[in-house]
């Protein structure tokens, strides 16, 4: 016997199809493996998820959808909708957000690492200055000071920078080089068999990435307190598919990030760094302690420098460049 739908479940199917046409998913493109680094994206897809019944999806890609150092140039394109990159990557592409990756800051906490860049973002001239690649800044990652895993000749002063090569981006590898060392870049999933080869004999990077990409496992010795500064890598978003959006989704996004970022420090100090030291006594990694008198050389050497020609430069570009760098330095010196 022929069965027909009565006129109200040929409605409910009608609401259906159009509420399944209507979902947004969102591709987000990372790369290497999930690890401390991305557990603020992971969070936000989870939040937004949950905040919206499961209308507005996050599709997490780890090098599926782009290369590292190509994700802005994919935003730029509407090839993907989310991504995470470093603004070491393509300096010339983003100038005003490396201001952050300036060496010696002294920033001194995951939660300060926040809220500076937070404020970066949230400046007009910045926002311009992404938006020429169709990008607006979301969230930073926020990242510990960064130091040094090598192999051979351990460097018990500053001089014995001299020569060694290094992989080292942005204003790190800028430090590196004013005391003599020879930074290279080159994307992080390569550096294990830089290190292995023997092309480089150092690696600057935060605890969770010298874990994920191994260069812990074959190191001899790490600087446990040079502190040089950290790199900055934003989650940004394409902004024709962040306007496209419903208000309801929006909201849900930018009403996540917080609780995204205070998941994402909580991870970062009680599990990556819970399982960093007792990893480099089981490794038997010399750490190497450098004294005030040398940090402040290398402070001396650095910094000074690095601000000045950064400022010379970005001033050149039509950035305010004074007054990023004085947005930063005071929001240090007042310890916010």
């Not at 060496?103 to 311009?128: C, K, N, T, W």
């Not at 900055?232 to 309801?248: G, K, S």
Request: proline fraction near 4%; charge should be negative; charged fraction near 20%.
């Amino acid at each position: 016997m022929t069965k027909f739908l009565t006129r109200g479940a040929i409605a409910a199917l009608a609401v259906a199809f159009a509420s399944e046409g209507m979902a947004t998913e969102w591709n987000v493109s990372l790369w290497g493996k999930r690890r401390a680094f991305t557990e603020h994206v992971e969070k936000l897809a989870e939040l937004v998820s949950e905040k919206t019944g499961g209308e507005f999806t996050l599709n997490i890609s780890y090098g599926g959808l782009s290369k590292n150092t190509e994700n802005l140039d994919g935003i730029e394109i509407g090839a993907f909708e989310m991504a995470q990159f470093c603004a070491g990557y393509h300096p010339d592409k983003n100038p005003s957000i490396t201001v952050m990756e300036l060496p010696f800051l002294g920033i001194s906490s995951l939660e300060q690492e926040r809220d500076i860049s937070m404020a970066v973002y949230e400046h007009p001239a910045v926002a311009a200055d992404l938006a020429r690649w169709n990008a607006k800044l979301l969230m930073p990652s926020p990242l510990p000071q960064y130091n040094l895993a090598g192999v051979g000749d351990v460097p018990s002063s500053i001089d014995n920078f001299d020569g060694l090569t290094v992989r080292a981006t942005g204003g790190i590898g800028a430090a590196l080089g004013a005391v003599g060392a020879v930074p290279t870049s080159m994307s992080a999933t390569e550096v294990r068999q830089a290190m292995d080869s023997g092309v480089i004999r150092a690696a600057s990077f935060a605890p969770h990435a010298h874990m994920s990409f191994g260069t812990i496992e074959n190191a001899t010795w790490w600087t446990s307190n040079l502190n040089p500064g950290a790199v900055n890598c934003p989650v940004v978003v394409n902004i024709d598919a962040y306007e496209a959006l419903t208000d309801d989704e929006r909201a849900a996004l930018d009403g996540s990030v917080e609780e995204a970022l205070d998941y994402y420090i909580e991870y970062y100090e009680n599990e990556t760094m819970a399982k960093w030291w007792p990893l480099l006594e089981e490794k038997g990694v010399e750490q190497v302690s450098f004294s005030d008198d040398e940090i402040a050389a290398f402070r001396e050497a650095a910094a000074g420098p690095a601000a000045d020609a950064w400022i010379e430069e970005n001033n050149a570009r039509g950035l305010p460049a004074q007054e990023l760098y004085d947005l930063v330095s005071g929001m240090v010196a007042e310890g916010q």
